[in-house]
């Protein structure tokens, strides 16, 4: 069959093709329930394109939908425990924050910029001979 393609688009069972009077190339004309026939099988193929690339999108959306689930729970779930993190950490600081005010203020020597005087009973101005260690030394 000649045009088959053709007659397949338009949902034809087949073509006529005229022949003028005076000669020439052959015509078809179509009729109003001929175009209403392409008219339907045009929606259908539409129709069926649009169903098949909803059902690709729904597919890709359901996947995308069950990605994005699965990471939320992950992100829940390093949420909860630096969450944890931050709680213990701030416990820490608070007890630390704490025994250093608790903690006795150091205290510095007195010094007025001068030398001690040498009446003091050390030897070359920082040994004690009175001390426990070098009293020792001095009994062997």
């Known amino acids: 069959m000649k045009h088959s393609k053709i007659t397949a688009l338009l949902a034809l ?10 000669g020439g190339e052959h015509f078809t ?8 026939k392409i008219e339907a099988a045009l929606e259908a193929a539409e129709n ?4 098949t ?12 939908n069950e990605t994005l689930s699965a990471e939320k729970a992950t992100l829940t ?15 820490e600081t608070e007890k630390l924050q704490k ?17 001690a005087s040498e ?6 101005g920082y040994l004690d001979p009175n001390d426990a260690h070098n009293k020792f030394l001095n009994e062997i």
């Open 77 to 91: 779930a390093e949420k909860e425990a630096l969450t944890e993190q931050v709680t213990a950490l701030t416990a």
């Open 13 to 22: 069972t087949s073509l006529d093709l005229k022949k003028p009077l005076l």
């Open 99 to 115: 025994e250093l005010n608790e903690r006795p203020a150091h205290s510095l020597p007195g010094n007025d910029g001068k030398e």
């Open 29 to 36: 004309e179509l009729k109003e329930s001929q175009l209403d």
């Open 53 to 64: 690339s909803l059902e690709q999108l729904m597919a890709t959306l359901k996947a995308d």
């Open 119 to 124: 009446g003091n009973g050390l030897i070359d």
């Open 48 to 51: 069926a394109v649009d169903n």
